[in-house]
């Protein structure tokens, strides 16, 4: 009786760690599909396309929701994927404020989230929290030793009255007063507002050298044009959330000879041999145009894309520490990503570490101008 339990005893022990081992990994995405930020969600949801079906040896299953560029939406979505989806990882949003709500929920819930947002958390909430897109200060900074180099002494600012506008106002203002510029204008709009008429009217008034503004996708035309409509002629500057095709669609001519600071996925081509994203970014936008079109490259969608790229990283790691869909892999991914020691992805090498969440360096940015309605390197 003895032997004929042994085997079968272990016939079974056999089948379920087979059944164990094939366990999917579930990652919840959460994005702006609809509404206001849509053209930035779309772009990632494209790059989060591009994902194969296995990682790390298992079956990869995705749940793609739309926040609909709410907070509100984001933070419903968030509690789902906790709830009743189980996911190992949440991946969200491109939309700044949906991103912060999202942040909550992960905490909360204990699960790594990679934001395709730069969003800015205090100090203590950002525990769960790992951003894939370029820190607001570190591309501020390259567009303020811009402005330094280009004699530039005084700027306004017109940006979004949401997390977004209030982060890159806060950074922006603390290293241009260090950089010795002077701010003599700032006026906010909100992301669903039709006409910037009024607060164009008084950047231009206040009449600074550079004019700053705080938009992303197809936010950031109309400031644009508003500010050249009022007769402007200085210096426009755009952050990197409006690095996409929507500007140029929309700005027209009007946006021509604008610097916009952008993450590397934009324009590899300008990138050295030498840099580590080179060949990944190079090889990134091909697909993606192959894929979508010719000229509808764009950071988002490579957001979309790293996010694989982290957890492709991660995972074999926190496999050998614990399977999915439990509490032990959450916290195994958050570990491995804190103790990766440096992962490259199309827009740099991110090097997190536990009190690191961002993890990309001066080398992940690229500075950008319009020609003729094509992007070029600035100089």
């Known amino acids: ?23 999917e990994i579930t990652i919840g995405v959460s994005l702006p599909l609809t ?18 079906d296995i990682i790390a040896g298992e079956k990869l299953k995705l749940i793609i929701l739309d926040d609909a560029s709410d907070p509100t939406q984001s933070a419903k979505n968030g509690h789902r994927f906790i709830t009743e989806d189980k996911v190992d990882a949440i991946v969200g949003s491109t939309a700044t404020p949906a991103s912060l709500a999202l942040s909550a929920v992960a905490q909360e819930g204990r699960t ?34 811009h402005m330094k180099k280009h004699g530039i002494k005084t700027y306004a600012y017109l940006g979004y009255s949401d997390a977004y506008g209030e982060a890159w106002l806060k950074s922006f203002d603390a290293l241009a007063e260090k950089a010795g510029l002077t701010s003599v204008a700032t006026e906010r709009f909100a992301r669903s507002d039709t ?21 992303s996708g197809s936010g950031s035309a109309m400031p644009h044009k508003a500010i050249v409509e009022r007769g402007y002629k200085g210096k426009i500057y755009q952050t990197h959330g409006a690095a996409s095709r929507d500007l140029i669609r929309l700005g027209g001519k009007d946006v021509d000879g604008s610097i916009v600071v952008a993450g590397l996925a934009v324009m590899p081509e300008a990138l050295p041999v030498s840099h580590p994203s080179k060949k990944l970014a190079t090889e990134f936008v091909e697909r993606y145009e192959q894929q979508f079109g010719a000229g509808t490259r764009n950071q988002f969608s490579a ?10 990283a991660a995972a074999p790691v926190a496999l050998k520490k614990a399977r999915p869909g439990t509490a032990e892999f959450r916290a195994a991914l958050k570990d491995a990503l804190e103790n990766s020691k440096g992962i490259t992805i199309t827009q740099g090498v991110i090097r997190y570490s536990a009190k690191d969440h961002w993890g990309l360096e001066d080398n992940a940015r690229v500075l950008l101008t319009i020609e003729n309605g094509e992007w070029k390197a600035a100089n």
């Open 1 to 23: 009786m003895k032997r004929s339990i042994r085997p079968l005893f272990a016939m079974l022990l056999s089948t379920v760690a087979f059944g164990t081992a094939r366990a």
């Open 35 to 52: 509404g206001p930020a849509s053209g930035l969600g779309i772009p990632t949801r494209n790059g989060i396309s591009m994902w194969p």
């Open 112 to 145: 790594v989230q990679i934001s395709t947002s730069p969003v800015e958390l205090p100090e203590g909430k950002d525990v769960w929290t790992f951003r894939v897109a370029q820190s607001t200060a570190l591309m501020a900074s390259a567009l303020v030793e």
């Open 195 to 215: 006409s910037v008429t009024a607060q164009s009217l008084k950047v231009t008034m206040a009449h600074p050298d550079a004019i700053l503004i705080g938009a």
């Open 303 to 312: 957001h979309g894309y790293d996010a694989y790229l982290l957890l492709q």
